[in-house]
């Protein structure tokens, strides 16, 4: 009954639909995006109706992986873990039409120090992103928080350039104390999301996460911006203002 009321609900304010997928970035500039995440299925869950909205409007989008998940197969180890994983974020990532890039740390076991930092500053400024999408970092997993900080220190040294916002995952579970500034309507696309997160086949994600998590968030982020389904972002104050769709 609940399920049925809110569809109901999102269905009436819902945006026009085909319109707004398909609406170019009002500057005509060809954007590339960067979406920064600890695990596979961290850039896809997060943001992934956010990447494909972008790749449907005519822009880049790069999906960086600073780990292939090596820890997050029980019973498996870790060279088989990450082949698995890089192989079902491939197929995400194709489904979003992103490219997807590896930060060559190891899952569970992720690193923040100097020359860690000057990896990620250096893939920055080959990748040289006008908006960079990463985790919000109050976040319980020590690999989210870690990543959001490599990241957060590329767009320092960068001179903050860039367009920086932070995304959320497991919002309760994992990311907390996240008050949204932004937000994306996915629900031209939310379809497509799914399938890239249920591309991650060893992460349960469909019979676990998604439901429990994911789902739910989609619905409270599309009721508080006025649509069916939406994603929602922190947008860092002292970076420019980017085109988000929706
Ligand atoms: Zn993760």
């Known amino acids: 009954m609940l399920g049925l009321s809110v569809a109901a609900a999102g269905a009436a304010v819902s945006r026009p639909l085909q319109g707004s997928a398909l609406r170019p970035d009002p500057s005509g500039k060809k954007l590339k995006i960067l979406v920064a995440g600890a695990h596979p299925d961290d850039p896809e869950t997060g943001c992934g109706g956010t990447m494909l909205r972008y ?29 698995i994983r890089t192989a079902e974020l491939e197929q995400a ?15 569970g076991d992720t690193e923040v120090n100097r020359a860690r930092y000057e990896e990620v500053r250096k893939m920055m400024e080959q990748e040289n992103p006008d908006i960079i999408f990463t985790h919000w ?14 990241i957060y220190d590329a767009w320092l040294t960068m001179g903050r350039k860039a367009s920086l916002y932070y995304f959320e995952v497991d919002t309760g579970g994992q990311t907390q ?19 890239a997160c249920f591309a991650h086949k060893s992460q349960k994600i469909k019979e676990e996460t998604y439901p429990e ?3 739910k968030m989609e619905i409270f982020r599309g009721l508080q911006h006025g649509c ?4 929602a972002y922190v947008h860092h104050e002292q970076s420019p203002r980017a085109w988000i769709p929706g």
């Open 177 to 195: 104390h996240f008050q949204p500034t932004d937000y994306c309507d996915i629900t031209t696309v939310v379809e497509k999301k799914h399938e």
């Open 228 to 231: 069916k389904y939406a994603e």
């Open 137 to 150: 970092p109050v976040d319980t997993h020590r690999d989210h928080r870690a990543c959001s900080l490599l």
């Open 213 to 215: 998590y994911h789902a």
């Open 55 to 83: 790749a449907l409007a005519g822009h880049e989008v790069v999906a960086w992986y600073l780990t292939r998940g090596e820890a997050g197969i029980p019973g498996t180890s870790h060279e088989e873990a990450a082949r």
């Open 93 to 107: 990532c194709k489904i979003l039409h992103a490219r997807p890039l590896f930060g060559g740390q190891i899952d």
